[in-house]
């Protein structure tokens, strides 16, 4: 019997206080709540969620090694990380299922150090300034480049 497929979401420094700073920027939502809108889609995809927090880097990366061969996909919001790791950008390269890098501002729109990501160009897709809706549509953009089937379910 093979177990559900899982998106891994992980999310990078100071985004634990998301929803209680900055809300003209990020929103008033609070990280559960986008935990609680991830695993609404990924329950209605009969898929897994694992969703973290670190706001440190090599447990970043480290988590990045433990699920880089079991994810069915990978969605990341790096935070401050996005703009100057390459550690995280040479950890990503190495996900086997499709990365998907999030941003729930702007990044474009704001000052000129956010313009330039480390991750972009070793993920499948970019969502920027959608809000916390962003993760949700980086779900469906795992689920549309695995074409609705898990690459490691051999079932
Ligand atoms: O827009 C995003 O999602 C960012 O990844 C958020 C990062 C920022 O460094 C990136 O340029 C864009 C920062 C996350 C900080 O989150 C906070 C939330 C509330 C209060 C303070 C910080």
Request: proline share 3%.
């Amino acid at each position: 019997m093979s177990s559900a497929p899982t998106v891994v979401v992980l999310n990078g420094p100071n985004l634990n206080l998301l929803g209680e700073r900055e809300p003209e920027v990020y929103g008033h939502e609070t990280l559960a709540d986008v935990e609680a809108l991830c695993r609404a889609r990924t329950d209605e995809l009969g898929w897994a969620l694992d969703f973290r927090q670190t706001n440190h880097e090599g447990v970043m990366i480290d988590a990045i090694h433990e699920v880089r061969a079991s994810a069915v996909g990978l969605v990341i919001n790096a935070g401050g990380w996005t703009h100057t790791s390459v550690a995280i950008r040479d950890a990503l390269a190495a996900v086997q299922g499709p990365v998907v890098e999030v941003h729930i501002s702007d990044v474009h729109a704001r000052e000129a150090f956010r313009h330039f990501s480390y991750i972009s160009d070793v993920s499948e897709a970019v969502i920027v300034g959608r809000g916390v809706r962003g993760y949700v549509e980086a779900i469906d953009a795992v689920r549309e480049h695995v074409g609705g089937r898990a690459p490691h379910d051999d079932a």
